[in-house]
């Protein structure tokens, strides 16, 4: 059974940083391109950024560009997002959700989402 | 960027009718657009991709059609459990996104 277990959200001040984490078990983890979506209270849903199966290419939405950093490790099955410089515009439930074998490919499976609130 | 434009913001449907939603692309995604469906305080859940292939497990009722920057999901016969917040969501290239969504709920 396909699983995607976020965990790492938490209430952070601006300008703080915060890793996000996802446990991929119940599939072939390195074979798929993941991604994390957001989606900010009572608002609809954002792409924030995919990493490509072996990890190499990477790719952000303009709004997180160059403050996030998505990454993974193949060996235990898990995706990451590093956050840096989060503003109050980062606030959202932060989803991993498993692409496909390619890069063009739709979010077949999701996790429940880990909360994520920017504030002082 | 491609911008994706779901229409009605809300659509009022009595069980057992049929709905019908729409969603436009600002430029040509050729088939590569997903529908998902989400409700209250949980994680969305793919309908259909290719525009128009069901999803593992979606019931029949559910159906997608277009190609190209127009596209259709059509619930033939509403159930009390299709009642939610439907997105469409291209993956034609970088970067991807979403609709507004379309809330569908019980007239």
């Known amino acids: 059974e396909v699983q995607l277990l976020e965990s790492g959200g938490d209430l952070v001040q601006p300008g703080g940083s915060l890793r996000l984490s996802c446990a991929a078990p119940g599939f072939t983890f390195s074979n798929y391109v993941m991604n994390w979506v957001r989606q900010a209270p009572g608002k609809g849903l954002e792409w924030v950024s995919s990493?490509?199966?072996?990890?190499?290419?990477?790719y952000y939405a303009d709004s997180v560009r160059g403050r996030f950093t998505i990454s993974r490790d193949n060996s235990k099955n898990t995706l990451y997002l590093q956050m840096s410089s989060l503003r109050a515009d980062d606030t959202a439930v932060y989803f991993c959700?498993?692409?496909?074998?390619?890069?063009?490919?739709?979010?077949?499976?999701w996790g429940q989402g880990t909360l994520v609130t920017v504030s002082s | 960027e491609i911008v994706m434009t779901q229409s009605p913001a809300t659509l009022s449907v009595s069980p057992g009718e049929r709905a019908t939603l729409s969603c436009r692309a600002s430029q040509s995604v050729s088939n590569d657009l997903a529908w998902y469906q989400q409700k209250p305080a949980q994680a969305p859940r793919l309908l259909i991709y290719?525009?128009?292939s069901r999803a593992t497990g979606i019931p029949a009722r559910f159906s997608g059609s277009g190609s190209g920057t127009e596209f259709t999901l059509t619930i033939s016969s509403l159930q009390s459990e299709d009642f939610a917040v439907y997105y469409c969501h291209h993956y034609n290239n970088w970067p991807r996104t979403f609709g507004q969504g379309t809330k569908v709920e019980i007239k």
């Open positions: 290719g525009a128009s």
């Open positions: 990493i490509t199966a072996p990890g190499g290419i990477t």
């Open positions: 959700a498993r692409g496909g074998f390619g890069v063009l490919s739709y979010l077949d499976y």
